[in-house]
T-cell receptor, first 111, second 118 residues
Framework: SQQGEEDPQALSIQEGENATMNCSYKTSINNLQWYRQNSGRGLVHLILIRSNEREKHSGRLRVTLDTSKKSSSLLITASRAADTASYFCATDGVSWGKLQFGAGTQVVVTP | GAVVSQHPSRVICKSGTSVKIECRSLDFQATTMFWYRQFPKQSLMLMATSNEGSKATYEQGVEKDKFLINHASLTLSTLTVTSAHPEDSSFYIC??????????????FGSGTRLTVV
């Protein structure tokens, strides 16, 4: 079963703007991960945040985690057309390796 | 970094035939491989977990006789869709864990296989 919800389902922005998407989950986790998927392709691991971390940065990516609210957010700053993709959060919980994916946010960045 | 090579990327087969999908870890040993299925515009659903040297573990609702998984070596896992039907048409993706620090794993995904059964 799917762990979480993501919102928005779709996001359309212009190059240079920031893109923010949110993810909520239901059960206890060891960590939460964000992945990017270009259309018809596999997933690319973007960033992992542990359950005892609150914020993490990687390049233009900023991830927050609020375990009390069971939610996470992904911020992409200064977006580029190449950032156009679907973004998924996934939680790694009690059962190792059984990633539970959110529904995904489809991001379109127009030049 | 870690790479998982998945083949074929696309396959069209006739109803009733079987299709084999391969995932190879290129520069690391993958003792475990996870197999996912993704319908259009939907999220990934875990189908099964393969472990080198032992039987695969299937998620609830996944027919093990239909989706045969073999983990022949530390670098190769295969998924065979047997007697394929149009409803098996989907995007299949494998992934292998890679360590991201103590007790935490990220996962390297294959590029996926688009299966169309006609």
């Amino acid at each position: 079963s799917q762990q979480g919800e993501e919102d928005p389902q779709a996001l359309s922005i212009q190059e240079g703007e920031n893109a923010t998407m949110n993810c909520s989950y239901k059960t206890s986790i060891n960590n939460l991960q964000w992945y990017r998927q270009n259309s018809g392709r596999g997933l690319v691991h973007l960033i992992l945040i542990r359950s005892n971390e609150r914020e993490k940065h990687s390049g233009r990516l900023r991830v927050t985690l609020d375990t009390s609210k069971k939610s996470s957010s992904l911020l992409i700053t200064a977006s580029r057309a190449a950032d156009t993709a679907s973004y998924f959060c996934a939680t790694d919980g009690v059962s190792w390796g059984k990633l539970q994916f959110g529904a995904g946010t489809q991001v379109v960045v127009t030049p | 970094g870690a790479v998982v090579s998945q083949h074929p990327s696309r396959v069209i087969c006739k109803s009733g035939t079987s299709v084999k999908i391969e995932c190879r870890s290129l520069d690391f040993q993958a003792t475990t491989m996870f197999w996912y299925r993704q319908f259009p515009k939907q999220s990934l659903m875990l189908m099964a977990t393969s472990n080198e040297g032992s039987k695969a573990t299937y998620e609830q609702g996944v027919e093990k006789d239909k989706f045969l998984i073999n983990h022949a070596s530390l670098t190769l896992s295969t998924l065979t869709v047997t007697s394929a039907h149009p409803e098996d048409s989907s995007f299949y993706i494998c992934s292998a864990p890679s360590r991201q620090g103590a007790g935490n794993y990220g996962y390297t995904f294959g590029s996926g296989t688009r299966l169309t059964v006609v």
